[in-house]
C-alpha cells in the first residue's frame, strides 16, 4: 500500500517556505565551518573534532562550497519571490477612493436586539444621504441572514420590505450590493464555522441574487476574519473582487483581485457599552494621501453624532476637490480589468507538493 499526502501551496507561500529552510541550513553550516575552521575545542563533541582535525582542510572547502551554493540559492529564491510579488500586483497609478459601508440586513425582525447598536433606518439613510451629497456610490455589504445570539436564531434579509425599498433606491443611484458572510456569526458555539462552508457561502450568494435579481461579485468577511477554507469557498462561488483580506495591498489571483483591509475610522468599538469612538476627519485625509487605492470602510450604526457625519462630509468634500475617482468595488475591478486588456494576465501560479 502506497500513503498518498498531497498538500497545495500557493507560490509565494512556497518561496517563503522554503527561504526559511534555507536560512535555517545557512547558520547550521556557517557554526560548523566555524567549528571547524577554528578547531573550537568542545569536550562533549571531542569525537567530531578528532576527525575534523584529520580531514580539516576538505571539510573546510566543503562547508564553505555548502555555504556559497545555499547563499547564492537564497538570492534567486528571494528574486523569485521580489519577481512573483511584481507580477501579481494590482498597480493603481491614480488616486480612487472605494467606500465600503458594512453590515445591511434584516433590522426589522431583530430591532428589539439591534436598535440600540444604532442599527436603524434612520442611521442608515443620515450616512447614504452624504455619500449622496457629492454624487458618489459605496458597496454595501449584505447578509442574507443575520443571527441573534440571545435568541439563537436567523432572520432572513427578504422578511425585510423597508430595507429591501431602501437597497434598491441606493442600487438604481449606482451603488454596489456585496456580500458580507452569511449571517455575521463568528461565535464557536452557536453557529460553528456558519461563515466558512461552502453550503453557506453558495447558498447565501443565490438567496441574495435572488432577492435583487443581480449578480453578486464582491465579498468580504464579516469581522474582517478569514480562513483558509473561507477564502477558497469564495472564490469557488465565483465572486471575483475579494475585499478585506489581510494582504498589504491589492494583487490578482487569477481572475480575481483581492484587496487590503480598509482604513476603518473607529478605533474604539465598545460593542456593550454603546461606545463607538471615531478618529477625526483630518487623520483620515492622512491616510488617504498616503496611497493611490484608499478603501474606506464604514459602519452606519456608529455615526451616532452630528460631527462624525461633519467628518464624512468634510473628508468627501476633500476627496472631489481632488478630483480623485470614487468606485465601487466592482467598478474598480472593471476598471483595472479593462486597462490588464493590452498587458497580458497576471497569475498566481499553485505548486502542488506530493509525498508518496
Known sequence: MVWRYTMEVTLSEFYNMFSDVLIALIIIFALIFVFVKFRLNLKFLRK??????????????????????????????????????????????EKILIIEIDDYWNIDETSEYFERYGYTMERYRSVSNVIDKYGFTATLGLTPQIFVEELRENYPLEEDEEMIIYLNELEEKGYELAMHGYNHCRNTNYCPKYEEVWYNVLGGKMELQNLFGDNFMTYFPPGNTWTTEQYENVKKAGFLMIGNTHVPKAYFDGDVIIAPKGYDPIYHYGWYTLDFRHTPYSEWIDEYKDTNLFILQLHANTFDSQEKLDDLDKFLAHVKQDNAKVMTYREFYEYIMEKRKSEGKSLTGQAILEVN
Open 48 to 93: 567530531t573534532l578528532i576527525f575534523s582535525e584529520r580531514h580539516q582542510k576538505a571539510i573546510v572547502v566543503l562547508f564553505f562550497v555548502l555555504l556559497f551554493i545555499l547563499i547564492v540559492g537564497f538570492g534567486i529564491l528571494k528574486f523569485a519571490i521580489l519577481n512573483l510579488d511584481k507580477s501579481t500586483t494590482v498597480f493603481v497609478d
